[in-house]
């Protein structure tokens, strides 16, 4: 995205709600800044997160995507984020395929409790996807409104 | 299309000092949908909730937006607000402007920007939302504490003694826990197997409890209200039925040496055993590491002086299934290895103890009967150096755990103090860091050790400790004098940190429960939630849950009983309504979903569909038990053909959130 | 480490050094702090752990102004002034220094004055 012809990266973090979601709330809790290109959008579960959504937010012009769960073995589900990171892998390859960065995708695990990693975390990958410049837009053949 | 009222709240400041509220209402108010867009400084408040009440009446409303504070902070007050003024409560969404926004950005014109995009997506998944009926499910009436110590007692015997039944699982042979370890307890000296033991007869004399020993946790399945748990009950190979706990057995099996856990290996037991004089329950246990007829089959002494015949060397581990409401976890603590810090020379050296071996030479039941002597040769020690902090407060070095372990300083102040009290002989030092006294006479009992029973206190730590010549050179700082010091002990006491039991990390994975990095469990709320784990029906009870004296460990297994019987009360509980739901026309039967769901909450049955001409259709689809469904998603995604969505946060949803935010 | 003498001083003082927190208020009050080369809580804790000669030895013995402010503001009652007095006397009983006849002391008692004021100057400025 470009504001007053500079370029801006969107990014979008899918948080699970047991973990990242409240690990984000913390990092606000204790003024930690991450910068504001970063949007959450709140999921149950990282398992919840399909493929399908990545892909859209691709089509729609985002720059970065970034999905944080429950650490392994931590799942408030028990075994979401399992499910998660093996559908992840293979996106993420398919993404590879078809051109886009494997740097501008993500999974990261961020317990309640690391309001500091989620904010180093959304810096870390701004400054990533930043670097690549702007995402070529997917084309959207399947979806016409 | 949805009538949307949009709610921008200042919170006071915390919002409205970096987000523009007028401007992010006055945006969102054009966006399509919305016919009313407004801002307040607490939204929370009882004008605040009158004033969206208000608008959901005379604007028609069939959605609210409301930009605030994170979802989970007030999104269950704003649900129960809108559902006071006759709007569905699942048609409410919060866009999370604080803490996501105004509280981790500083310039005005980006977190303003940020405030109606988060806005905008809240919007769009607004038009999509459906009104949502939260169904009920039955409680089980009947609780599970894992663990047998004194936090697991006394929470058994509050529930029960409000008349629920409970059910004790405890995986050595007896309960009671560390406590049964223990010589004296401060800051009172009372003695700790006075004050236990009834508790124990209490517990297993109480008809609604039910003790497992010897028993461990196998799996959990269910949520709350409704767990399925399955218990190993460890073959003891005595019939539990027939023992009488004469312990005949155990005073005649041939093999001797068997290192003595009780005592923390420093005597020896027998292959059959029962722990200590006081066990509850009073059976025996055959130690089958140590056997020699379960080893070679030659022996079958105990068999033959056994009155009762309860030896069944044919005994087999049994699993057992029982159904629970509510679960409360009491797993506890133990001692860090002390093996790591060399310079103590704990390995080199019998002389070299660990506080909770002190407290067993210090103890009548001990392996000395209660006459302090050296372990090395057996003779009374005149120089005792006591070391706090060993493991706790080490923060990097990998040996240590970076918190304090709390009891410590008042268990070292008690040793010395008795030790000094029982040999006056003694010169008592004790090397600290800082002492750590905060509780009910804690600091009068600690200052007593010193002004009345004149314990050396010294502010410094130990550097090394060298056996030599049958005495332990010890060399550490006095930080105070600003001098090293060298005394030459008799024995070295180190105060050990303390850290969760093994077992608590797989069984919280079994029961889907958070811990922290140290493998304490975590608490719902820290301050507000102590005695809860984040997981619906899972409480907490004692040092699982950080480092905790007797007095805070019976105050929260006390707590802990009385949120289960909070739950246990009710008869039903409302489910969360956000769960999977398949299109039975897109379902192809193909068991993808069923596979991935961990509560088993899909099954699959043959229905009849109308056919092209005329016929009848039996196809295979998949349904989801609602109160079952926790909601997660996993089958959602899993689905090849796309019939199974989730309520709440259906696939349209959350697009229409990407699209918002993207746009 | 002289552990009778020690007793002998704290008997003395009527001090128990025990007591002492080592929160170092005492010294933290002190107005004489820059000439001691022992300060008030030193004094305590030397005599408890028996260090006494070097006590006895330090210039700071006669540099403390007595000015009792340490026993004011002691947390724990230890008061260390008095500490440092009995020290004092224990240097002049060793030494022969008494100046004053104790059938004197009546005499020059004067409410408002803490005794201690009056027998600690004398042992000081007689010379």
Redesign the interface.
């Known amino acids: 995205m470009q504001v007053n012809g500079e370029y801006k990266p969107t990014i979008v973090a899918f948080c699970c709600n047991w973990c990242s979601y409240a690990g984000a709330d913390l990092s606000g809790t204790n003024r930690l800044t991450y910068p504001d290109n970063v949007k959450i959008i709140r999921i149950p579960c990282s398992c919840r997160l399909n493929p399908m959504f990545i892909l859209r937010a691709f089509q729609r012009g985002a720059d970065g995507v970034i999905l944080c769960g429950c650490h392994p073995g931590d799942c408030h589900y028990t075994t979401g984020n399992y499910y998660a990171r093996r559908r992840m892998t293979l996106l993420f390859s398919m993404l590879d395929f078809l051109g886009i960065e494997r740097e501008r995708t993500r999974v990261e695990w961020v317990s309640a409790a690391e309001g500091a990693k989620f904010a180093a975390t959304m810096n870390e990958f701004t400054a990533q996807v930043a670097k690549l410049g702007e995402n070529k837009r997917l084309e959207d053949l399947r979806c016409k409104k | 299309m949805q009538r949307i009222g949009v709610f921008v709240c200042w919170c006071g400041s915390n919002i409205a000092a970096t987000v523009d509220v007028h401007k992010v209402a006055e945006t969102l108010a054009k966006e399509p949908g919305v016919v009313f867009s407004t801002n307040y400084q607490y939204m929370c408040s009882q004008a605040g909730q009158e004033m969206i009440q208000e608008a959901i009446h005379t604007h028609k409303l069939t959605g609210v937006v409301i930009c605030s504070c994170s979802p989970r902070m007030h999104e269950g007050t704003f649900r129960k607000t809108c559902a006071a003024a006759g709007l569905n409560p699942y048609m409410v969404e919060i866009a999370n402007i604080r803490e996501q926004c105004s509280w981790i950005h500083k310039d005005m014109a980006e977190a303003t920007e940020k405030a109606v995009i988060l806005g905008r997506a809240a919007i769009a998944k607004v038009h999509l939302n459906a009104p949502l009926t939260a169904g009920t499910s039955p409680v089980t009436k009947r609780a599970l504490v894992i663990g047998g110590g004194i936090a697991g007692i006394q929470t058994a015997l509050d529930i029960a003694d409000a008349g629920y039944e409970v059910d004790i699982v405890e995986k050595k042979p007896t309960i009671g826990g560390k406590m049964t370890q223990i010589d004296k307890t401060f800051p009172t000296l009372d003695c700790a197997a006075c004050i236990l033991t009834p508790k124990m007869v209490d517990a297993a004399q109480n008809e609604k409890i039910h003790i497992y020993s010897y028993s461990e946790v196998e799996s959990v399945k269910g949520f709350v209200g409704n767990f399925h748990v399955t218990i190993r009950k460890k073959a003891r190979f005595v019939d539990e039925t027939k023992c009488t706990g004469c312990g005949d057995c155990t005073t005649k099996c041939p093999q001797k040496n068997v290192p003595n856990e009780f005592n923390l290996g420093m005597d020896n037991r027998r292959a059959i055993y029962i722990p200590f004089a006081q066990a509850v329950p009073k059976i025996a246990t055959i130690d089958a590491d140590y056997c020699t007829m379960l080893k070679t089959g030659k022996c079958g002494i105990c068999s033959k002086v056994c009155a009762a015949g309860a030896i069944d060397y044919q005994q087999k581990d049994q699993l057992v299934e029982e159904e629970y409401g509510a679960i409360v976890v009491a797993t506890g603590f133990d001692p860090i290895s002390v093996e790591k810090f060399d310079e103590y020379a704990y390995s080199q050296s019998p002389d070299v103890v660990t506080s909770l071996e002190f407290e067993r030479l210090m103890n009548a039941a001990g392996p000395t009967n209660g006459t302090l002597l050296r372990p090395s040769d057996k003779t009374h020690p005149h120089t005792l150096v006591f070391v706090q902090c060993v493991g706790s407060r080490c923060d990097g070095d990998g040996r240590g755990k970076s918190y304090c372990s709390k009891i410590c300083c008042m268990y070292t102040a008690k040793h010395a103090m008795l030790c000094r009290e029982k040999y006056p002989d003694t010169d008592v030092y004790v090397f600290y860091i800082d002492v750590r006294t905060p509780g009910k006479n804690f600091d009068e009992f600690y200052r007593r050790a010193v002004e009345e029973y004149g314990v050396h206190y010294i502010k410094g730590q130990v550097g090394k400790v060298v056996p030599e010549n049958g005495k332990l050179k010890v060399q550490a700082s006095d930080l105070l004098s600003n001098e090293q010091i060298h005394i030459d002990a008799d024995m070295v006491i180190l105060a050990a940190a303390i850290e969760p039991d093994k077992s608590a990390r797989p069984l919280a994975t079994m029961l889907t429960a958070s811990m922290d990095t140290n493998d304490f469990f975590t608490e719902a709320h820290p301050k507000l939630r102590p005695v809860e784990s984040p997981t619906a029906g899972i409480f907490l009870s004692g040092a699982c849950q950080g480092p905790k004296d007797i007095p805070e460990t019976v105050a929260q297994a006390s707590a802990a009983a009385a949120k289960v019987l909070g739950l246990l009360a009710k008869d039903n509980l409302t489910c969360n309504p956000c769960v999977a739901q398949p299109d039975e026309m897109m379902c192809n039967g193909c068991s993808s979903c069923e596979k991935v769901c961990p509560y088993g909450a899909i099954t699959y049955s043959d229905k009849e569909f109308r056919g092209p001409n005329r016929t009848t259709l039996i196809r295979r689809v998949a349904s989801v038990n609602p109160a079952v469904c926790q909601g997660c998603g996993a089958c959602t995604v899993a689905c090849p053909s796309g019939a199974m969505d989730l309520k709440g946060f259906s696939n349209k949803q959350i697009m229409a959130e990407v699209d918002a935010i993207c746009k | 480490m002289n552990k009778e003498l020690a007793k002998q001083i704290q008997e003395i003082a009527g001090v128990?050094p025990?007591?002492c927190?080592?929160c170092g208020k005492c010294t933290a009050t002190c107005p004489a702090f820059d000439v001691m080369e022992y300060h008030p809580?030193?004094f305590v804790?030397?005599v408890e752990?028996g260090k006494v000669e070097e006590l006895m030895n330090s210039k700071g013995i006669w540099t403390c102004l007595s000015c009792m402010a340490c026993i004011e503001r002691c947390p724990r009652s230890v008061e260390p002034a008095r500490v440092i007095e009995a020290v004092r006397v224990a240097v002049a009983r060793q030494q022969g220094m008494d100046h004053l006849k104790p059938e004197q002391i009546p005499a020059l008692l004067d409410e408002e004055l803490p005794q201690q004021a009056i027998t600690s100057a004398f042992r000081k400025y007689r010379k």
Do not use: L
Request: hydrophobic content about 20%; aromatic content about 0%.
């Open positions: 128990n025990r007591k927190m080592k809580h030193q804790d030397m752990k």
